[in-house]
Antibody, heavy 123, light 107 residues
Framework: QVQLQESGPGLVKPSQTLPLTCTVS??????????WAWIRQHPGKGLEWIGF???????YYDPSLKSRILVSVDSSKNQVSLSLTSVTAADTAVYYC???????????????WGRGTLVTVSS | DIQMTQSPSSLSASVGDRVIITCRAS??????LAWYQQKPGRAPKLLVS???RLESGVPSRFTGSGSGTDYSLTISALLPEDFAIYYC?????????FGGGTKIEIK
């Protein structure tokens, strides 16, 4: 049974960098079958795709966040990481890690999700 | 970016009711459309991909349909566990985008 588990600081100060990690169990990130994605949900709001990465290193980022995001994969640890720089209160959200399937060039849907982790940006 | 408009944004229904949620895209999707269910405090769950392909384990009372720019998710007879928020998502083009959600509440 494949599971995804997000981890990271629950509280980040404005202007700092938010680091999140997603640990995948029951499947290998290196299998090459999937993309690995981050999606967030502001409190009481809808879903917002942030970015994703293939095992081979291809990355796709939401254009509005592209200048602040880095998604990376550590195959040795079977982890996917997200780094979001210069955070503000507008980045307060639940952040989900997800496995993505579909077509090439990032045209994917999300078939398996982690439970999510709440990140609050506040001084 | 492709805009996804879901309707209604919320609805009240009773157990046993037939419910239809619609999703309209700002351009044709060639059936690259997924539906998710999200319950309070939980992660979204994939119900349908490819506009009409039911995921393994999803009850047959859920049906996805549509083509071009217009898609729908039908629940043939609501059960108590179906009261949740439903989202559509297009994956025809990057950036992939979600609809605003439809909340199904108990009447």
């Amino acid at each position: 049974q494949v599971q995804l588990q997000e981890s990271g600081p629950g509280l980040v100060k404005p202007s700092q960098t938010l680091p999140l990690t997603c640990t995948v169990s029951g499947d290998s990130i290196s299998s090459g079958l999937y993309y690995w994605a981050w999606i967030r949900q502001h409190p009481g709001k809808g879903l917002e795709w942030i970015g994703f990465m293939s095992h081979s290193g291809l990355t796709y980022y939401d254009p509005s966040l592209k200048s602040r995001i880095l998604v990376s994969v550590d195959s040795s640890k079977n982890q996917v990481s997200l780094s979001l720089t210069s955070v503000t209160a507008a980045d307060t959200a639940v952040y989900y890690c997800a496995r993505a399937s579909g077509y090439s060039h990032g045209r994917v849907y999300f078939d398996l999700w982690g439970r999510g982790t709440l990140v609050t940006v506040s001084s | 970016d492709i805009q996804m408009t879901q309707s209604p944004s919320s609805l009240s229904a009773s157990v046993g009711d037939r419910v239809i949620i619609t999703c309209r895209a700002s351009q044709g999707l060639s059936n690259s459309l997924a539906w998710y269910q999200q319950k309070p405090g939980r992660a979204p769950k994939l119900l349908v991909s490819g506009a009409s392909r039911l995921e393994s384990g999803v009850p047959s009372r859920f049906t996805g349909s549509g083509s071009g720019t217009d898609y729908s998710l039908t629940i043939s007879a609501l059960l108590p566990e179906d009261f949740a928020i439903y989202y559509c998502q297009q994956y025809f083009a990057v950036p992939v985008t979600f609809g605003g959600g439809t909340k199904i509440e108990i009447k």
